[in-house]
């Protein structure tokens, strides 16, 4: 019985692909909704309304992107009516696994979306001429500091220095990557199109976060671990989420989310159909629904983030609103680096880098 | 005078939180005699050679052996060795190595263990037996080897804890010969437990009779089986025809026994002086000790002899050790008698109606009532 | 007439072993051979360009020719290999004392202290264990208090912390084995090593480890496997540093999206664990029948 984990998790996606056909089958008769997205963009309170009005069920998995995608993978596409996935996650994976299909504009009310972000979202998602995604969530990758212990750390360089040694904690995830390399003076988004180049600037994003490392507690996984982390003081800085630094603010005003001089790294979560979504009549009713503004604020209640949905900056609560204008004058929001969408093949030399730099 | 004894006990006593396991016993063992402990089942047998062989501390006394205080010395520096009830072979040697164990454990040296080794299992029959594995070999010849892995390490002591309690009936009645046959040639004191009689009468020179934790007599096969002290004793050694009876009147030397269930018995006055009248007794009377004859050959009236008659119920033939179960017509008593080895009354059939003769001096009575349930080994 | 009833029974008897078996026989097929055979053939082939795939060693060549894969490999080996050899060498007497020395209700009750870690997820024990040891956690704030340290003291994130918790979720396999091995022992074996002269070590070594062989060469597969494949524990405990090769497949399945390196890396575990158990097997001269009676 010599089984590794490795292959029983290999089963055990097989399996979930079989189980994913077996739902194809049952799914088509009651109306609902299998919905793949992140924790808190499908709270309770908004499903409860939801299926009020239309009686639709709604069935949520949560995930995050690499998941959603090996999900998605493993059942070609299946098993789910709509998932969220970042903007520039979509069309690497589409080309290359199919496991998208492009969605019906006529079906969703363009009116609701703030425009200039409906139509950044619509192009970066754009594979053949058919667009596979429209924005839902956006928010910002930046620096989650105790400002009282780390008073002089402004970009995500200061996580190397002395005076933040073991108590910097960062994911290691491409985010890192890229926001290093900004940080470096490097521009990774222009040489997406450019693999050599591309190594390049890993290459030397590699030897920082190598020699780095020691100043690093641990790399962080989940948000709530990253809590803990910054609360009891074992950390005093991070790389991580907006979100993340408000929450933190609430409890203790010297935490908070603070913008890197380099620039905060912008994401957008879409809505994207899945290729073998059943469920494609609900899929839209659901984006048209919480695309309302007094729904999107919900939403933004539970997330922390704020919404592609035009006009739900007014149904928002006060003290977000604050944080978030704290965290980003005029200047840092013009600064953001909004992700271009990722080539298909970047991220094997992303996940060699990111192999290297946990193995030194 | 002390090294005369291998093996001493002085008031031992083993209890188990309050319950008396081995109470207050005394032994004293020659050197290379053959010394048997016989008792039923639970009587605190095996308690008592695990002492002798150091797996428990008495509660209280002492035992010494070649003279010398044994308290406290732990097993592997005793110089007993014992044969485990169910031989204890280790399984993952062959045979060789389960005899050689206890030399490389000393520390001899390679050719001397060899030697040695070749020479026990000669000795025990088994010469060629060495590389075999213990489950290829018989139970005779499992018995052999865990007597031979003692032997090699020669032993002031050897203690067996009913070594052949596994066998079958013939293999049993084999051993037992080879067994004494072996002591013999060897002159090591063994230490025997069993609840057999018959292999304890068979092979020691000395037996004591063991119950409830206590010894009741100690003393060689003949004296147990022909004197014995107690009534137990009397029960548990050899076969007896049993009545309950109070002592009666006493008519020159003998002492009338009347029995509770109707009839006297007569019994020697001067072996029972000391009960008095009117005491509840135990009378027990040797199957071989009583004489049968035809109805039609009334014995001559001897004083001092039993006389009765009674019918035959059934005839348990078994060669030499025949006998008949007769009920007594006066009584109704059921008696079994050994029938003559001569074949004098091998025609004897059931509903036949013989003479019983035994002489008052055959008559044992013992004080007081036995506890019913203690029934000893009539094998 | 007999004949044709004969072999009408025949058949129903075989028609049941065929029924009995086909669960079985459904299970090994689907669950175990099927996606063996799957995750083969993903790990022979190579991408080319967009859904386009060709057969090739690739991957298993990436992995020779990269130290970092190789290293992990060994890592994980050599500390698997430590981590069962630890279990043993603390699960031994603890299975002896349980086994041989406790009596009645005491047996029970500490068979039982053994097993309680196990009502809870592997992910509890080993958040459990991130309370205790974390540097604002509950012996760093202890020592402090007890002012055997001047500050706080990080216990997590190293390879002895990784270490503590395998050897910790792994004991209980260890001990089932062993200590049903050693009740079966029989005592007077013991005592008539001691009556031949023998002492402790030499009875131990003697008598009851070559009785024991089956179950701690039992015990010990079942360590090494679930060790090997453990990927919570050295994940959490280990940190930046805890460099694992069942992370490492996680890694390549679920983030990297390369299934390709993933199933290679897998079937390469799958030899190297076969190849040490067979090693293992063979130096204390077991079979894996013997090690399942
Ligand atoms: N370790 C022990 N703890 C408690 N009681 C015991 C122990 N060993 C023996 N006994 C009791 O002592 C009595 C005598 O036992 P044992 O010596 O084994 O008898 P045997 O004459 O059959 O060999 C039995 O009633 C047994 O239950
Ligand atoms: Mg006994």
Redesign the pocket.
């Known amino acids: 019985m010599a089984r590794k984990n490795g292959a029983v998790r290999a089963s055990m996606l097989g399996v979930t692909a079989i189980a994913g056909m077996m739902m194809l089958g049952a799914a088509a008769q009651a109306a609902e909704l299998r919905l793949l997205t992140w924790g808190g963009y499908a709270p309770d309170e908004v499903i409860d309304l939801f299926e009020k009005e239309t009686g639709i069920d709604v069935q949520v998995t949560l995930s995050n992107n690499e998941d959603m995608i090996s999900k998605l993978r493993a059942t070609g596409g299946g098993g789910f009516d709509l998932a969220q996935p970042s903007q520039d996650r979509i069309a690497g994976p589409q080309q290359e696994y199919g496991i998208y299909k492009p969605l019906d504009l006529s079906k969703i009310d363009g009116a609701q979306f703030i425009a200039s972000m409906f139509e950044a979202t619509k192009a970066n998602t754009t594979v053949d001429g058919a667009v596979y995604g429209v924005p839902h969530v956006w928010g910002t990758d930046g620096l989650v500091l105790d400002t009282s212990k780390a008073p002089n750390v402004k970009d995500y360089l200061d996580l190397c220095s002395d005076e933040v040694a073991g108590k910097v904690s960062y994911r290691l995830r491409r985010p890192t990557l890229i926001a290093f390399a900004f940080s470096m003076g490097l521009d990774p988004f222009a040489a997406y199109g450019d693999e050599a180049k591309y190594q390049e600037i890993l290459d030397a994003v590699e030897a920082k976060l190598i020699e780095c490392k020691p100043n690093v507690k641990t790399y962080w996984e989940g948000s709530d671990g990253l809590v803990n982390l910054l609360l009891s003081g074992e950390i005093v800085a991070a790389m991580a989420w907006d979100t993340g630094g408000w929450r933190l603010n609430n409890d203790n005003p010297a935490m908070n989310f603070v913008a890197p001089t380099s620039g905060a790294l912008g994401w957008i979560d879409t809505f994207a159909m899945p290729a073998k979504a059943d469920n494609e009549d609900e899929a839209y009713q659901w984006i048209n629904f919480v695309m309302k503004p007094e729904i999107a604020a919900m939403i933004t209640a539970s997330a922390g983030n704020f919404t592609a949905s035009k006009g739900a900056d007014a149904f928002a609560e006060d003290k977000l609103k604050e944080q978030f204008q704290a965290s980003f004058p005029q200047e840092a929001l013009d600064n953001i680096n909004w992700y271009p969408p990722v080539p298909a093949g970047l991220e094997t030399l992303e996940g060699k880098t990111l192999d290297r730099i946990k193995a030194n | 005078m002390a090294d005369q004894f291998d093996l001493e006990c002085r008031n031992v006593g083993k209890n188990?939180d309050r319950?008396v396991?081995v109470d207050n016993v005394s032994l004293t063992i020659p050197k290379g005699s053959f010394f048997s402990i016989l008792?039923p089942?639970?009587?605190?047998?095996?308690?008592l050679l695990r002492m002798l062989a150091g797996f428990q501390e008495p509660t209280s006394g002492d035992i010494l052996i070649k003279g010398k205080s044994v308290l406290g010395v732990p097993p592997n520096r005793r110089p007993v060795n014992m044969v485990f009830q169910h031989l204890a072979l280790f399984p993952m040697m062959n045979v060789a190595d389960n005899v050689a164990y206890g030399l490389r454990r000393r520390g001899v040296d390679k050719a001397t263990i060899n030697r040695k080794v070749a020479e026990t299992l000669a000795r025990v029959g088994l010469p060629d037996s060495g590389p075999k594995q213990i489950s290829q070999l018989s139970g005779g010849q499992k018995q052999r080897i865990a007597i031979a892995r003692c032997l090699v390490l020669e032993p002031a002591v050897l203690l067996l804890d009913e070594p052949l309690g596994a066998l079958d009936l013939k293999l049993r009645e084999h051993m037992k010969v080879e067994l004494k046959q072996l002591q013999h040639e060897i002159g090591t004191t063994f230490v025997y437990i069993t609840h057999d009689q018959s292999e304890a009468l068979v092979m020691s020179d000395q037996v004591a009779v063991m119950n409830a934790g206590k010894f009741e007599q100690v003393g060689t096969p003949q004296d147990l089986y022909y004197n014995p002290q107690t009534a137990f004793v009397a029960s548990f050694v050899g076969e007896s025809n049993r009545w309950r009876g109070t002592v009666g009147e006493t008519t020159g030397d003998y002492v009338a026994i009347n029995l509770d269930k109707g009839g006297v018995i007569l019994a020697d006055k001067a072996a029972h002086a000391s009960l008095p009248t009117g005491q509840d007794v135990e009378i027990f009377v040797r199957p071989e000790a009583i004489a049968i004859g035809r109805s039609d050959a009334a014995p001559d009236p001897v004083p001092g002899n039993n006389s009765l008659t009674g019918t035959v119920e059934n005839v348990l033939f078994n060669g030499a050790a025949s006998s008949v179960q007769i009920r007594e017509t006066a009584t109704g008593h059921e008696m079994s008698v050994a029938l003559p080895q001569t074949g004098a009354f091998a025609n004897l059939r059931a509903g036949d109606v013989i003479n019983l003769a035994w002489h008052a001096s055959q008559t044992r009575c013992f004080a007081g009532v036995l506890p019913s349930g203690i029934e000893g080994g009539q094998s | 007439m007999t004949a044709a009833s004969s072999t009408g029974q025949g058949n129903g008897v075989r028609l049941g072993v065929v029924l009995l078996a086909t669960p079985l026989l459904l299970w090994l097929l689907v669950l175990v051979i099927l996606p063996h055979v799957d995750l083969l053939l993903v790990s022979l082939r190579e991408r080319i360009a967009f859904r386009q795939y060709e057969f090739s060693f690739a991957n298993y060549i990436a992995f020779f020719v990269e130290p970092l894969y190789w290293n992990t490999y060994v890592r994980t080996a050599v500390m698997s290999i430590m981590a069962t050899v630890l279990t043993l060498i603390i699960g031994f007497p603890v299975s002896y004392y349980i086994a041989k020395i406790m009596r009645g209700r005491g047996k029970n009750v500490l068979f039982m202290m053994c097993l309680i870690p196990f009502w809870v997820s592997e992910l509890v024990r080993t958040f459990g264990w991130m309370i205790l040891l974390r540097e604002s956690g509950v012996i760093s704030s202890f020592l402090q208090w007890a002012g055997l340290v001047d500050g706080p003291v990080e216990m997590l994130y190293n390879d002895v912390t990784i270490m503590v918790g395998l050897v910790y979720t792994s004991m209980l396999f260890m001990v089932v084995p062993l200590v049903s091995v050693l009740d079966s022992l029989d005592d007077s074996l013991i005592e008539a090593g001691y009556d031949l002269g023998g002492n402790a070590f030499t009875v131990t070594r003697d008598i009851v480890i070559p009785h024991a062989m089956p179950g701690i060469a039992s015990g010990c597969i079942v360590v090494f496997m679930l060790t090997l494949g453990n990927y919570l524990t050295p994940n959490l405990l280990g940190g930046k540093d805890s460099l694992w090769f069942t992370e490492q497949i996680y890694t390549q399945f679920i983030t990297r999206f390369n299934w390709e390196s993933g199933s290679a890396f897998g079937f390469l575990l799958l030899v190297l664990s076969s190849l040490i158990v067979w090693i293992g097997l063979k130096l204390s001269r077991q079979t894996l029948a013997d090690t399942v009676r």
Do not use: I, M, N
């Not at chain 2, 089942?41 to 308690?47: A, F, H, I, N, R």
């Open positions: 188990f319950f396991a008792g089942s639970g009587c605190g047998k095996t308690t």
